[in-house]
């Protein structure tokens, strides 16, 4: 299982802006979808954004599109989440994930999992 490691997360107001990170090893990055997701209290967890290994392919939640943008960058071995004009719906646990099947498409199978970073957007 690939190690993935979150970080970015912390308390922000809503209508402002936060980046995630997720680190992963170049095994896992070069060659796998990515994709973050989130888990809110008393929620079960749901996909925010994914993206394929290429980059030429982005899905996004319906709650988050034109606020979310998923991206990924190889030399670095990191994939990003940037939230912008956060809402306080959108106060979870955000977990990377990555998906070592995905071809093409937005059928995404993720398998490994990060340990999460808590996103909190106060009114």
């Known amino acids: 299982q690939g190690q993935l490691v979150e970080s970015g997360g912390g308390l922000v107001q809503a209508g402002g802006s936060l980046r995630l990170s997720c680190a992963a090893s170049?095994?896992?990055?070069?060659?796998?979808?990515m994709g973050w997701f989130r888990q809110a209290p008393g929620k079960e967890r749901e996909r925010v954004a994914a993206i394929s290994w290429s980059g030429g392919t982005t899905v996004y939640a319906d709650s988050v599109k034109g606020r979310f943008t998923i991206s990924r960058d190889h030399a670095k071995n990191t994939v990003y989440l940037q939230m912008d004009s956060l809402k306080p719906e959108d106060t979870a646990v955000y977990y990377c994930?990555?998906?070592?099947?995905?071809?093409?498409?937005?059928?995404?199978?993720?398998?490994?999992w990060g340990q999460g970073t808590q996103v909190t957007v106060s009114s």
């Open positions: 994930a990555a998906d070592p099947t995905h071809t093409i498409g937005t059928d995404f199978h993720f398998q490994y």
């Open positions: 170049e095994r896992v990055f070069a060659s796998y979808a």
